[in-house]
């Protein structure tokens, strides 16, 4: 996962420029001296893939991908691209991660009790690794985002060029070369938003048309020589009413929940790891990969370093699905249910576009 195309290592290389090139990037990109990254939200490469046809500009622009992080999600994700480091170091491990004995929604930098936690965990502080490797790139994202926490973890330091319609992400990026930007990161998150509320169905197909008219847009309206990068944080699932409520006997040893719908983390007391490995297991094994901890961090799915502050951010045993579901929270509300989701080390979720081209215009 990790050093092996995966996404942290994008702005490392275009920011960084190690002495040769890495074999997933092309030599057009490398040599350009000026780079767009756009990310779109939960375009995951086999989505892209089976929706080529509708698609053309940016299937045109290769077959190129990565790989995401565990745990496959927004939060998680887009601090890896940014920082260039997996979650165990930068500390963002999930959607909605335990510490200090309350959970925080790392999305809206908000704890269960709805108060905001900027001030009990100040950003800088949980996400200590400086985004864009110190460098304060152009960073084209949605007007709403600026002042967030989250923000604040993954994108501080860069010089914002908000925008309020979508067709902002071009005028912005263009905008910042033209004023000899060398990286711009623009970020947008429509087909994410898409998926949650309605799946991979007729709605996620015209966004993803959407989307490819909108790099068919931006590669028209760059100066000439401009590379465009464009990738993803995570792809995606069709999960639909397919949500499993925990059973009692598993709960009954659970002290709190974390995580998502397809990385479930269930905590419990220290004497208690042994048995609810043993239930979970014995439960839901058909459906998920289940595993404690200890074995997680071993394996490095968050990577080869987990800090002291990332473990203790983790739970004692994982649910994982490798089947279209996801496990229940009901401490996670929200206005509607999720119909397509992520999070699990599936390919739907795992595998994201990495597409170049060099504009003309």
Known sequence: ?????????????????PPTAP??????????RQVVVLVLDGLGRNQLDERASIAPTMTAMGPGWLTSVAPST?????????????PGEHGVVGYRVRVQGDVLNTLRWQLDDGGDARRKLPASEFQPVEPFLGTSPDVVADYRFQTTGFSEAQLRNGRWRPWSVVSGIVA???????????????????????????????????????????VEML???????????????????????RTIRLSQSVTSLTTALSGEGRFRWLHCRPNDQAELLRRARDEYGDVAWVEHVDDIVAARWF????????????GDVALVPFEPISFDDPADGGSFELIGRHGSLTPDEMYVPLLTAVANG
């Open 1 to 17: 996962m990790f050093g092996q195309q995966c996404i942290s290592d994008i702005l490392p290389t275009l920011i960084g420029r």
């Open 23 to 32: 074999s997933w990037l092309p030599d057009e990109v490398w040599h350009a």
């Open 74 to 86: 927004t939060a998680a994700a887009l601090t890896s691209i940014t920082t260039g480091v997996p």
């Open 172 to 214: 912005q990026s263009d905008a910042a070369i033209r004023a000899g930007a060398n990286l711009v990161y623009a970020y947008y998150d429509g087909i994410d938003k898409v998926s949650h509320l309605s799946g991979l169905g007729d709605a996620f197909d015209l966004e993803v048309r959407f989307s490819d008219n909108l």
């Open 219 to 241: 590669l028209d309206t760059l100066p000439s020589g401009t590379a465009l990068v464009v990738t993803a944080d995570h792809g995606q699932v069709h999960v639909g009413d």
């Open 303 to 314: 990577g080869p370093m987990v800090s002291d502050a990332a473990r203790s951010r983790l």
